[in-house]
């Protein structure tokens, strides 16, 4: 049995976790993507583009505000993957 404290073992450990974390932002954009397609659609489908617009889709103003938090949790997850490790 290995010793979860061996340096070797936190290394192989920290870069695991930042594969999940970099397999999970990639995940994310392609949500977000996806989410780009759809509020383009509904905007086409409904024939107003502008935010301002009453007619504007309801919604598309919902998928916009979906597609801003994934968009804020990719950025605070590309920050987590930023910092450096520490010291083991």
């Known amino acids: 049995m290995t010793n979860p ?5 936190l290394r192989e450990a920290a870069a695991v976790n930042r594969l ?3 397999t999970l932002i ?5 949500m977000a993507d ?3 397609a759809d509020i383009e659609h509904e905007e086409e489908r409904a024939g107003v583009r502008d935010l301002a ?3 504007y889709p309801a919604l598309a103003l919902t998928l916009r505000v979906r597609r801003q938090n ?3 949790t990719i950025a605070s997850l590309e920050a987590v ?7 083991a």
């Not at 990639?26 to 392609?30: F, N, V």
């Not at 993957?81 to 010291?87: F, N, S, T």
Request: charged share 30%; aromatic share 4%.
């Open 5 to 9: 404290y061996l340096p070797e073992t």
């Open 20 to 22: 999940r974390i970099v």
């Open 26 to 30: 990639a995940d994310l954009t392609r």
């Open 34 to 36: 996806i989410l780009t």
């Open 53 to 55: 617009d009453p007619a």
């Open 70 to 72: 994934l968009r804020a």
């Open 81 to 87: 993957i930023q910092r450096k490790p520490e010291a």
